[in-house]
């Protein structure tokens, strides 16, 4: 394709096309910010004023510290993404790392990857990315995703490769999300039937998920250190699954949970059993062991154990399908279904009393007209 240099302006051409189409292109030199010769190069533009337009507009950014975003003129979201993950990924927990990189396979790449990253924009973004997710995932998870990228896309912003966030303000729609638990006389017979049917760990464990609502991780992470005899106390200093040990989820979530005498109690039994056991294995015990271990090799248990007992339990209670979280759903709506304060339940679950108010609402709103009755029974009319 022979290019002839237009007699106005320097740095444009025009060409003709196989289809006899006048059309107008700009190669301009330049020096990015770290001193290196750069081309930029552009074809398809139909008139020259308008090449001339584009060139105005490359050179102003150069000279205003734009270079970088010239640089990465090319790039793609898939190779942006590759660049911003192994940059960061140091930074992040195991779970963190998986998570993102799951995402970026299995989300991003598939659906905007080869777009270039400099030309996506809004509208594209959401009806291939968003619109695409929303019919395989719901719309929370959705919404994670799009925080994740937006994370990635700001910090491209921050290093000068983009001029601005263009995927803000997108609204995605929100479900309405009601969280499983089950009725005190259920969770009942489903205690009943761990303490009588399963192994002394999985009862146990179970029991304090129960009288507690802690989350699965914090109580496999838990260590005989975390357990005050004395006050009935249990604290929250870590959180543990099969990825490996780490600290817990939010800074909301180091606690001390005050519990009942019988689940202390029951840990206290526990605690002799787990000395024996481990001697039969040959294995001393410390206080700074993993409080639930096998009984059929005397380490910590992990996650499956507590899947195949509760799915066990379920089976043989026919209570549905019930999992660990749940009890940590019960555990909230019992105590709020018995008035006990917002603020008082979301310290007991490490929660802040917002996220308390917006997961129960379903709970709240239900005791409203109880209120009502309660006040009128007062005055009695």
């Not at 959705?142 to 490769?161: C, G, K, M, P, R």
């Not at 019930?322 to 603020?343: D, I, Y």
Request: glycine share 4%; net charge positive; hydrophobic share 35%.
């Amino acid at each position: 394709m022979k290019l002839t240099k237009s007699k106005k302006y320097d740095y444009i051409y025009w060409y003709m096309t196989v289809k006899k189409e006048k059309l107008w292109s700009i190669r301009w030199t330049y020096y990015n910010y770290i001193g290196e010769r750069k081309e930029f190069s552009k074809r398809g533009i139909k008139t020259e004023v308008e090449a001339y337009r584009t060139l105005l507009e490359t050179q102003t950014t150069v000279v205003q510290g734009g270079s970088k975003e010239i640089d990465y003129n090319n790039i793609t979201v898939a190779q942006w993404m590759d660049i911003w993950y192994d940059t960061h990924e140091n930074e992040w927990k195991e779970s963190t790392k998986k998570q993102r990189k799951d995402n970026i396979k299995n989300n991003i790449k598939p659906l905007i990857g080869n777009y270039k990253l400099s030309k996506l924009d809004k509208i594209t973004y959401k009806r291939v990315y968003i619109n695409k997710l929303l019919e395989r995932y719901k719309p929370s998870s959705v919404s994670l995703f799009h925080a994740f990228f937006t994370i990635a896309i700001n910090d491209a912003v921050e290093n000068e490769i983009l001029s601005k966030n263009r995927f803000r303000g997108i609204v995605i729609p929100k479900e309405k999300k009601t969280m499983k638990s089950l009725t005190a006389e259920n969770l009942k017979i489903f205690l009943e039937y761990m303490k009588e049917h399963d192994n002394i760990t999985n009862y146990t464990i179970t029991l304090l998920l129960a009288y507690t609502g802690m989350r699965k991780g914090e109580g496999l992470g838990l260590q005989w250190t975390d357990i005050d005899f004395n006050t009935n106390q249990v604290s929250v200093n870590r959180t543990r699954d099969n990825r490996g040990t780490r600290t817990p989820k939010t800074m909301n979530s180091y606690r001390n949970i005050s519990t009942d005498e019988a689940v202390i109690e029951s840990l206290r039994k526990y605690k002799v059993w787990c000395k024996k056991t481990r001697m039969s294995f040959g294995l001393t015990f410390k206080e700074t062991d993993f409080v639930f271990i096998s009984y059929q090799k005397g380490t910590a248990i992990g996650e499956n154990t507590l899947k195949y007992a509760f799915d066990r339990a379920a089976t043989h209670t026919n209570l549905g399908r019930v999992h660990p979280h749940m009890l940590r759903h019960t555990h909230a709506s019992l105590l709020l279904q018995r008035k006990v304060t917002v603020n008082t339940v979301a310290e007991r679950l490490g929660n802040s009393p917002e996220i308390v108010m917006n997961v129960y609402a379903h709970v709240l709103d239900s005791m409203k007209e109880e209120v009502v009755n309660v006040f009128a029974d007062v005055i009695n009319l």
